[in-house]
């Protein structure tokens, strides 16, 4: 029983371990933001010139792949149908508070809830996140930036923390 007990206490210590390395804040050089909690939740922010885009979720690993679930946000919005009848429908939230709102057409919006998508799962190597393709093989070649002939590398990079 205790050697039972010793190995459930090694598997969730290592488990909180893997959990607390990986946590932290990374970006990459084309507008991509990942903010990775403790607590298995995370929130995507991609930014560019007026636009933006904002995803919230949990995320899991298993070996050296982070996999991300979004979580989305919904505001109710009240309509008049045809027939006169009142209905209520269900759209992706500007921000992240769920309220019941009026649709204003004359209103432009530059950002929203998942508008950039965000990637499902990224490989974490050496404080790098890296997006994988169709192949399973992590994207390592650099990309040209935004209006200039600069290549960039195309992984998120993990920045300290402003506590340490």
Partial sequence: MKALLTLYFIIVYA?????????????????GSVNIETDSTFK???HFDLQGSWTKGEWRMTKDTIYFTMIPVYDTV??????????????????????????????LYSGGQNIQACPTKLLLRKNRLYEIDTNGKPYKKWRR????????????????????
């Fill in 78 to 107: 009240r309509q008049t149908l045809k027939n006169g009848k009142i209905g209520d429908s269900l759209i992706l939230s500007i921000d992240e508070k769920p309220e019941r709102i009026t649709l204003d057409v004359n209103v």
């Fill in 15 to 31: 488990h909180l371990n893997a959990q607390s390395k990986v946590a932290g804040h990374y970006r990459n050089y084309f507008g």
């Fill in 145 to 164: 930036g935004f209006g200039n002939k600069k290549k960039w590398p195309p992984w998120f990079i993990r920045i300290p923390s402003e506590t340490n």
């Fill in 44 to 46: 995507y922010t991609w």
